[in-house]
């Protein structure tokens, strides 16, 4: 019997848009916001992701000035802003409870909004810049221990509720765990794109392109989940899909890595974003130099890699005060 055509052959669209948000302010707030958001999406490539975080900041600043000031704000209101209407807004997400590194998110949107409202001669504001960004904590990524990931893969194919979901679940985890791979550069990936050999393109955050080597059992496993998987994909069709063959959510993703800490009671750090910290921590462990780590992320900056070694170091400080005989003194 042929296999059923996938719905959706064509390219993935973002699951969220920014369409419906309404930035308060006059026409010609929205409008500035509107080309904004434009220039972030075809001129500078953002993410969805990305925009779709931008947009919410911005309306969120917008919203607090109109309430703030008593009126909707004008390109007039914003160029005369000062830098305690600025402090005004942060203390207020905070307020609300705020993470600092979603703050922080916030005031960099904020500069590059008005940025850009100075680049097209719309309104200038010098208080933006006199702005700290607020200081954040040092992060070390949560990676699974080698046995924590290992089980991981060997569990999730059964709390799937078809077998070639299982198979799908079990490919897509191998791959970001094998690979290093975002969630959405793996769901980004079409048919045509499937690993067959040696190394895999992929398209990372500014539609930059890296080629990361593949392990023959992520080969074996995504081929496998293709066997089985009820849908007849185009070569253009996404790679991973859902039960009716559309596009695989990124949140039946996240669902099934939360059915998957249960069952195996890993943390709440155990997302599919930390089998890819668990990619580079592991490597890193076993004697991956920083550099070579660093091309086979996709990370811009090579300080951003050097967060490992504070996860590879806290796992050699804990082994030498386990093992070291004058450490039990």
Not at 60 to 81: K, S, T, V
Not at 176 to 189: I, K, Q, S, V
Request: with cysteine.
């Amino acid at each position: 019997m042929a296999r059923p055509a996938a719905r959706l052959s064509g390219p993935r669209q973002p699951q969220r848009t920014v369409a419906s948000l309404a930035f308060a302010g006059d026409a010609a707030v929205g409008q500035a916001a509107a080309a904004w958001l434009d220039w972030l999406t075809h001129e500078k490539r953002a993410s969805p992701h990305s925009i779709d975080g931008y947009a919410r900041d911005l309306a969120a600043f917008l919203a607090f000035l109109q309430a703030h000031r008593g009126e909707p704000p004008g390109l007039d209101a914003l160029a005369a802003l000062s830098a305690s209407d600025f402090r005004a807004y942060l203390a207020q997400r905070f307020d609300d409870g705020l993470a600092r590194s979603s703050a922080a998110r916030g005031l960099s949107a904020l500069r590059g909004f008005f940025r850009f409202l100075d680049r097209r001669g719309l309104c200038s504001n010098a208080a933006i810049a006199t702005m700290r960004t607020p200081r954040l904590p040092k992060s070390v990524p949560k990676a699974l221990s080698e046995d924590e990931a290992a089980q991981s893969l060997e569990t999730i194919e059964e709390l799937a509720l078809k077998p070639w979901m299982g198979k799908r679940d079990l490919a897509l985890l191998t791959l970001l765990y094998g690979c290093g791979l975002r969630l959405g550069e793996a769901l980004a990936l079409t048919r045509a794109e499937a690993p067959h050999g040696d190394a895999l393109r992929v398209t990372g955050k500014g539609n930059k392109q890296r080629v990361v080597p593949v392990l023959p059992i992520v080969c074996e496993v995504i081929d496998d989940y293709l066997a089985h998987c009820p849908w007849r994909l185009a070569p253009d069709a996404p790679l991973f899909v859902g039960a009716r063959g559309g596009p695989l959510n990124p949140g039946v993703v996240q669902r099934q890595m939360r059915r998957l800490r249960g069952a195996l009671g890993l943390p709440e750090t155990a997302t599919p974003h930390a089998l890819r910290h668990s990619f580079a921590t592991h490597l890193l462990g076993s004697g991956g130099d920083l550099r070579s780590i660093q091309e086979l992320l996709g990370h811009a900056s090579l300080s951003t890699t050097q967060r490992y070694t504070a996860v590879d170091s806290a796992r050699l400080i804990e082994v030498h005060r386990a093992a070291h005989p004058r450490a039990r003194t």
